[in-house]
């Protein structure tokens, strides 16, 4: 049975981090209906991230809300708006990411939903927090990743901020949000009272680099400096990092590099005994590396690393993952099924309970497509 069977969540929210948690606790077994405003619908099934379509709609709505259902509803429409409130009143949890003071002009701010549903759990996701300065700046995941610090973690030093090519925010985001949302559940279960849930997509992208913002303060504040070439962790030593082989791409994390040196036939790397020269010099060590490397192809180099008990891998790209027996046997693809009959595959949910996947046949729904069986279930 699904951990969350019986739960009833009523989602507010669009684009991608507040979907992106409501799309676990459906996987988990919750029932979630999904708020949209008529003819548009969430913004998302707009947004494209490529010109891909699927069912003449934006891939990443497909991928994010499956599993749901879609009550058609305008929350600034009195009628709308009180039968919203009439679901919202049955429901386990309720969860939207608009702009702080958004919320309250709807009408379906946290003071006024506990009074209609005091046990309810109530989440809430916003860009910067609900104060301070930056609270009305727009939370978009670019945005985030440039203002937080992110982007100067990742590529070479010559090379400017690089942020990371996924909605990264938004995600973590999401999944705060679900972490929160299933302790105030546990704390329902034995107390029956409800709970706020805020998770700002600053706080998750700061809490994301707890490593490296605490190596920052206790280091006497120097600036971050990645590696000239060979970047992988702005803050590690050699020989982390991705190096380019005689066919292709190879990547090594932590090692002893006179050890390397034995393995891989580099003498000039056994010049480097002591472990603080992995760190102090690591630019002249990962460039001795990097011309090495090019010399064999990365199957001749994971075979002698490998049964070392050296920590490297293959680069791959989706083409050859996908063909591996490590991907096949975890069936992270699963398809889905639209009420029309339109079939996709997608990811599934990678959590297991009692050893057991979960999935669902169901895909994404078409706008305001459960709206009239809600009412009559409701009876409004």
């Known amino acids: 049975m699904k951990t969350l069977k019986d739960i009833l969540v009523v989602d507010l929210s669009q684009f991608l981090s507040g979907p992106s948690a409501t799309l676990r606790l459906a996987d988990l077994g919750a029932r979630v209906i999904k708020v949209e405003r008529p003819e548009t619908g969430d913004i998302c099934r707009q947004l494209y991230v490529s010109n891909v379509k699927l069912n003449g709609e934006s891939s990443v709505f497909r991928a994010i809300n499956r599993n749901k259902e879609s009550f058609q509803a305008d929350l600034k429409n009195a009628q709308d708006k009180e039968m919203v409130l009439k679901l919202v009143e049955k429901a386990d949890v309720l969860v939207h990411n608009f702009r702080p003071g958004v919320i309250d002009r709807l009408g379906f701010d946290y003071d006024t939903i506990k009074k209609i549903n005091p046990s309810i759990i109530y989440g809430e996701i916003s860009g910067y927090g609900t104060e301070g300065p930056w609270k009305g700046k727009p939370g978009q995941d670019l945005l985030l990743q440039s203002l937080s610090g992110l982007t100067g973690l990742s590529g070479n030093a010559d090379k400017g901020p690089v942020p990371m090519g996924i909605a990264v925010v938004d995600i973590l985001t999401g ?11 546990v704390k329902k279960g034995k107390t029956g009272e409800g709970t706020k849930v805020s998770v700002s997509m600053l706080e998750s992208i700061l809490d994301f ?73 690591r630019d002249e060590i990962k460039l001795i590396l990097a011309n090495h490397l090019k010399t064999g192809s990365t ?65 994404s729904p078409i706008l305001g497509e459960h709206t009239q069986a809600i009412l009559s279930e409701f009876g409004m």
């Not at 999944?175 to 559940?185: C, D, F, K």
């Not at 050699?238 to 891989?264: F, K, N, R, S």
């Open 175 to 185: 999944s705060h949000l679900v972490q929160g949302i299933l302790a105030a559940l």
């Open 209 to 281: 680099q707890f490593e490296t913002i605490t190596t920052y303060y206790h280091d006497g504040g120097e600036a971050t400096v990645r590696t000239a070439s060979n970047n992988a962790h702005a803050y590690l030593g050699a020989p982390y990092g991705v190096y380019e082989t005689e066919d292709g791409y190879l990547a090594l994390a932590m090692g002893a590099i006179p050890v390397l040196g034995e393995l891989l036939g580099c003498e000039e790397l056994k010049n480097y005994p002591e472990p603080a020269s992995w760190f102090t010099q």
């Open 299 to 363: 199957e001749k180099w994971l075979g002698v690393l490998e049964p070392a008990d050296i920590w490297c891998a293959d680069v791959m790209n989706w083409d050859r993952l996908f063909q591996q027996e490590g991907f096949k046997v975890l069936k992270m693809i699963q398809e889905v099924k639209m009420s029309d009959g339109y079939k996709y595959e997608t990811t599934r949910c990678p959590i297991k309970i009692d050893g057991n996947i979960l999935t669902s046949e169901l895909g």
